[in-house]
């Protein structure tokens, strides 16, 4: 090690006790400064010394992987009931140093709305879960959402409104509990993206904080900006306060179906067949395959691989057994694996609830959809069919982990995702993918050990998918964040050169253009995190 390298651990300390970075100094100055700006704000700061500092923090945390007691924890916890404690807090922010990382509903794959990689970073949780109001207008077929929603939530508030008919909904994610700050700035997939698109694409009007502590609209902030709120990614040109959305129209009736298959019921060349079919059924018609290793129903003490194919589509029953006998008979679809329900029931079933849950379990901000589980996800755009030889690798790779502790989504692609140009808006992945992937691993064991041996497998899997899948770049979604692909420095601070590489996997060639959005709008990169775009100026 050079002398250059030896002494910089000293400067840093130096640094440290000079300038009390790691002290108390910024927290306490950081909260006189909210007090200058309004005496009663303390009530809804919480410090570690607050006794719900812990049960607060954690009732967001959606990866228990980023809930131990080595991940970086914020210095406080900010909950704004009203716009201007956001305003004060960017405000004291800046003018002391500390970082913010927004959350809505805490669903990010890596943590970075509530943690961070870097142990030495001073930041604050500005969790938006108090800023929750759903405003319906059904004559208009528009509502007003605030970022601190959960998608449940808006499901209630579009079915309650519309309840005579039911007949409207939004083009949104399938967990009820992921947060609309979050899910609109990476796009927003779900069950309508064949007819309507993704959420992102369904967006007419924001109200957005910069870091100026300006409030924006659409109109204010001009269509640049407005472009690149709209799946851009999260953290990264301001803070979303609410979206106006738009609604569209759905049967009063839909039908939701699942039919399983494992290997010994021919799930290979099913799935193999769903590849030429999927993208090409009528807009009405999603498919989702969930493939993994299962207990074997047909044989004792054994394990198989079993795909699940689930489906909805925007009609009866009848209607989508007739399109499948025509167009999928392979996959044997019949009555009793469906169900007719409302859209917004919908939702329910393919986030795995019982078929009697009342509509109000999407009101549930508690529920976990992976459990006590940690898990990780990695992505995937598939273009071309998969050969059966591949699906065979597949297995070969599920049969390497327990059961159902590692999977694949297949998500179909096709329809309106194909008319809207990569273009539109920063989410890329367009006209040409077949479906998309996810590749994810659960876990429950504690522990380095156990979770580096299920990441590896993690890595093996995604290896062993790169001849199957997009290339140059090897496309990604922004919304299944995965820090293996690349990312900035541990507090944010970015590159515009390192970025692309990542960025170019998440937005194709949408990257440069958010860049220059985030050089104009907020060049001193004062909303950022590992993954955020980078301002020009960084790289200068
Ligand atoms: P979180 O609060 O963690 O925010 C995610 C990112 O956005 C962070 O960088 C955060 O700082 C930033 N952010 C949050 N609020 C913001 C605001 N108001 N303004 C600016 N930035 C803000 N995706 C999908 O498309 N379809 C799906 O069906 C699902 N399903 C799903 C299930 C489960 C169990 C998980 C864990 C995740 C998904 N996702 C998904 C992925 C999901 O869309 C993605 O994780 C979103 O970013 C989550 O948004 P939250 O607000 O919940 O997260």
């Given at each position: 090690?050079?002398?250059?390298?030896?002494?910089?651990?000293?400067?840093?300390?130096?640094?440290?006790?000079?300038?009390?970075?790691?002290?108390?100094?910024?927290?306490?100055?950081?909260?006189?400064?909210?007090?200058?700006?309004?005496?009663?704000?303390?009530?809804?700061?919480?410090?570690?010394?607050?006794?719900?500092?812990?049960?607060?923090?954690?009732?967001?945390?959606?990866?228990?992987?980023?809930?131990?007691?080595?991940?970086?924890?914020?210095?406080?916890?900010?909950?704004?009931?009203?716009?201007?404690?956001?305003?004060?807090a960017i405000r004291c922010s800046?003018?002391?140093?500390?970082?913010?990382?927004?959350?809505?509903?805490?669903?990010?794959?890596?943590?970075?709305?509530?943690?961070?990689?870097?142990?030495?970073?001073?930041?604050?949780?500005?969790?938006?879960?108090?800023?929750?109001?759903?405003?319906?207008?059904?004559?208009?077929?528009?509502?007003?959402?605030?970022?601190?929603?959960?998608?449940?939530?808006?499901?209630?508030?579009?079915?309650?409104?519309?309840?005579?008919?039911?007949?409207?909904?939004?083009?949104?994610?399938?967990?009820?509990?992921?947060?609309?700050?979050?899910?609109?700035?990476?796009?927003?997939?779900?069950?309508?993206?064949?007819?309507?698109?993704?959420?992102?694409?369904?967006?007419?009007?924001?109200?957005?904080?910069?870091?100026?502590?300006?409030?924006?609209?659409?109109?204010?902030?001009?269509?640049?900006?407005?472009?690149?709120?709209?799946?851009?990614?999260?953290?990264?040109?301001?803070?979303?306060?609410?979206?106006?959305?738009?609604?569209?129209?759905?049967?009063?009736?839909?039908?939701?179906?699942?039919?399983?298959?494992?290997?010994?019921?021919?799930?290979?060349?099913?799935?193999?067949?769903?590849?030429?079919?999927?993208?090409?059924?009528?807009?009405?018609?999603?498919?989702?395959?969930?493939?993994?290793?299962?207990?074997?129903?047909?044989?004792?003490?054994?394990?198989?691989?079993?795909?699940?194919?689930?489906?909805?589509?925007?009609?009866?029953?009848?209607?989508?057994?007739?399109?499948?006998?025509?167009?999928?008979?392979?996959?044997?679809?019949?009555?009793?694996?469906?169900?007719?329900?409302?859209?917004?029931?919908?939702?329910?079933?393919?986030?795995?609830?019982?078929?009697?849950?009342?509509?109000?379990?999407?009101?549930?901000?508690?529920?976990?959809?992976?459990?006590?589980?940690?898990?990780?996800?990695?992505?995937?755009?598939?273009?071309?069919?998969i050969p059966i030889s591949g699906?065979?690798?597949?297995?070969?790779?599920?049969?390497?982990?327990?059961?159902?502790?590692?999977?694949?989504?297949?998500?179909?692609?096709?329809?309106?995702?194909?008319?809207?140009?990569?273009?539109?808006?920063?989410?890329?992945?367009?006209?040409?993918?077949?479906?998309?992937?996810?590749?994810?691993?659960?876990?429950?064991?504690?522990?380095?050990?156990?979770?580096?041996?299920?990441?590896?497998?993690?890595?093996?899997?995604?290896?062993?998918?790169?001849?199957?899948?997009?290339?140059?770049?090897?496309?990604?979604?922004?919304?299944?964040?995965?820090?293996?692909?690349?990312?900035?420095?541990?507090?944010?601070?970015?590159?515009?050169?390192?970025?692309?590489?990542?960025?170019?996997?998440?937005?194709?060639?949408?990257?440069?253009?958010?860049?220059?959005?985030?050089?104009?709008?907020?060049?001193?990169?004062?909303?950022?995190?590992?993954?955020?775009?980078?301002?020009?100026?960084?790289?200068?």
């Amino acid at each position: 090690m050079d002398t250059a390298h030896r002494s910089f651990p000293i400067l840093v300390a130096l640094f440290v006790l000079l300038f009390g970075v790691t002290s108390s100094q910024p927290y306490e100055e950081f909260l006189q400064c909210l007090e200058f700006h309004d005496s009663n704000i303390t009530s809804i700061v919480y410090t570690r010394a607050n006794s719900s500092f812990s049960s607060l923090l954690e009732s967001s945390i959606r990866n228990p992987r980023f809930d131990t007691s080595a991940t970086p924890k914020p210095l406080l916890i900010f909950t704004p009931r009203q716009i201007s404690h956001i305003q004060s807090a960017i405000r004291c922010s800046r003018a002391h140093r500390i970082q913010i990382r927004v959350r809505s509903g805490g669903h990010d794959y890596e943590g970075l709305s509530y943690s961070t990689i870097s142990p030495s970073l001073t930041f604050l949780v500005l969790d938006l879960r108090n800023l929750r109001a759903i405003q319906v207008d059904v004559p208009s077929k528009t509502a007003w959402a605030q970022a601190g929603a959960t998608l449940g939530e808006l499901y209630y508030a579009i079915a309650a409104e519309s309840k005579k008919s039911s007949t409207l909904a939004f083009p949104s994610g399938i967990c009820p509990t992921v947060g609309l700050g979050g899910q609109i700035s990476g796009g927003g997939w779900g069950t309508l993206l064949r007819k309507y698109g993704l959420a992102a694409d369904n967006v007419l009007d924001t109200r957005v904080i910069d870091a100026e502590g300006r409030i924006l609209d659409r109109a204010s902030m001009g269509e640049d900006m407005f472009w690149a709120i709209r799946g851009g990614g999260g953290n990264t040109f301001g803070i979303v306060i609410a979206w106006k959305i738009k609604l569209v129209p759905v049967p009063a009736s839909v039908t939701a179906c699942t039919v399983t298959r494992t290997l010994e019921q021919n799930a290979t060349e099913i799935v193999h067949r769903w590849q030429y079919v999927v993208d090409k059924l009528s807009n009405d018609v999603f498919f989702m395959v969930v493939l993994n290793r299962v207990v074997n129903p047909i044989q004792a003490n054994a394990t198989t691989i079993q795909a699940s194919f689930n489906s909805l589509y925007l009609g009866s029953i009848e209607g989508l057994i007739l399109m499948m006998e025509a167009k999928f008979p392979d996959l044997g679809l019949r009555r009793e694996n469906c169900v007719e329900m409302s859209w917004a029931k919908s939702i329910l079933y393919f986030a795995g609830f019982p078929l009697n849950s009342p509509l109000e379990s999407l009101l549930d901000r508690t529920i976990s959809a992976t459990g006590s589980a940690k898990f990780k996800g990695k992505s995937d755009y598939v273009k071309e069919p998969i050969p059966i030889s591949g699906f065979e690798g597949i297995w070969e790779k599920l049969k390497e982990v327990g059961v159902q502790t590692g999977g694949l989504i297949l998500a179909s692609y096709g329809g309106k995702m194909s008319e809207i140009p990569e273009s539109s808006i920063p989410f890329p992945h367009r006209a040409g993918n077949i479906y998309q992937v996810e590749e994810v691993a659960f876990w429950v064991e504690d522990g380095v050990e156990a979770a580096d041996g299920y990441l590896n497998w993690l890595r093996g899997l995604y290896e062993y998918m790169t001849p199957y899948v997009s290339k140059n770049p090897r496309e990604a979604y922004a919304n299944y964040r995965d820090l293996d692909i690349g990312r900035n420095g541990g507090g944010g601070e970015g590159d515009y050169r390192r970025a692309r590489s990542w960025g170019s996997s998440y937005y194709k060639n949408n990257f440069d253009r958010l860049v220059r959005v985030k050089t104009a709008v907020d060049p001193a990169n004062f909303f950022r995190n590992e993954q955020s775009i980078p301002p020009l100026s960084s790289w200068r």
